[in-house]
């Protein structure tokens, strides 16, 4: 298969178009999609300074993902399995959403191992982690279970399932001593023992994703100098304990993108390309 994921290997939107299209390389005049979880904010935040004519849109993923197929859209931090299934798409490179072993919160919960699960209810804000469930079970649990997508699996618990994947705040702050809580991103690196990108600025062929660089790394930058000051206010928005929220942004998500990072992504798109038509 193609070496999706290595920068070297794809145009990321740099250079002449193929079809003949015209390059938007005017930062401020994009439309952005941004999803609002607490893990974007230190990728996010900041845009509206940095880029003061730029339009953001707030929405949920799979709508942002329809956007930004439809040209509603520039650019969106959209799972990264969008990569896989839309190949002409590029990112902007050096930033993501990661983690390098526990992410705090992409987390399956069990009453039972998860080698004997049948159900599993898959939480429909993530098409990524989802997807990475569906290869760890296959390939590292060696099992296969059914799934069903639900917005907010841990509504219903375990009803008519025996595991509950779960994406972000829900999970965070379950604390039930009779449910087995698996972190799905140390799951994967005992799996692969490589990093795992959750989600990228994610741009449509005619954008120079270049442009956008240096831009979009100030707001990084910024964001991560405030990520005290944003767990504090997740903190009190969410009614949860700040140390909950410190732990998730200093800890266990990661928003660099380097070589293993990319290593990690190439390893997903060719481990998920034969479970992709399952999705």
Same mark, same amino acid.
């Given at each position: 298969? #193609?070496?999706?994921?290595?920068? &070297? ?13 015209v390059l938007?390389?005017? @930062? ?6 941004? +999803?609002?979880?607490?893990? =974007? ?20 993923? %799979? ?18 399995? !969008?990569?896989?299934?839309?190949? !002409?798409?590029? *990112?902007? #490179?050096?930033?993501?959403?990661? %983690? ?27 098409? %990524? ?9 296959? $390939?590292?649990?060696? =099992?296969?279970?059914? /799934? ?21 705040? #829900? ?14 991103? &140390?799951?994967?690196?005992? /799996?692969?023992?490589? @990093? ?28 991560? &100098? ?6 504090r206010d ?10 909950? /929220?410190?732990?998730h942004f *200093? ?5 660099? +993108?380097? $070589?293993? &990072? ?10 998920? !390309?034969? /479970?992709?038509?399952?999705?």
């Amino acid at each position: 298969m #193609p070496d999706r994921g290595l920068p &070297e290997k794809r145009n990321h939107g740099v250079g002449p178009l193929k079809n003949g299209g015209v390059l938007l390389t005017n @930062p401020d005049a994009l439309r952005i999609g941004v +999803v609002e979880f607490p893990n =974007t904010r230190p990728l996010a935040d900041f845009l509206p300074e940095i880029l003061p004519n730029a339009r953001i849109i707030l929405d949920i993923p %799979s709508r942002l993902a329809k956007k930004l197929d439809a040209g509603e859209l520039d650019v969106a931090l959209l799972s990264s399995i !969008e990569l896989l299934r839309r190949p !002409e798409y590029g *990112f902007v #490179p050096g930033m993501g959403i990661c %983690s390098d072993g526990p992410a705090g919160s992409a987390l399956l919960f069990t009453r039972i191992d998860p080698r004997e699960v049948k159900q599993v209810a898959l939480d429909g804000a993530s098409l %990524s982690t989802a997807m990475m469930t569906r290869i760890v079970f296959a $390939e590292y649990w060696r =099992t296969t279970p059914h /799934y069903t997508t639900r917005l907010s699996p841990l509504r219903d618990r375990f009803q008519s399932v025996d595991a509950v994947l779960t994406i972000g705040y #829900p999970g965070l702050v379950v604390n039930d001593p009779t449910v087995r809580k698996i972190d799905m991103g &140390e799951t994967w690196k005992a /799996y692969c023992n490589l @990093p795992f990108i959750y989600a990228l600025w994610i741009v449509r062929p005619e954008i120079d994703a270049a442009a956008l660089e240096e831009p979009f790394a100030e707001a990084k930058r910024r964001g991560l &100098e405030e990520r005290e000051r944003i767990a504090r206010d997740c903190a009190e928005k969410n009614g949860s304990p700040y140390a909950v /929220y410190h732990t998730h942004f *200093f800890q266990n998500i990661r928003y660099d +993108v380097g $070589e293993r &990072e990319l290593a990690g992504m190439k390893f997903f798109f060719e481990k998920g !390309e034969k /479970y992709l038509s399952e999705q």
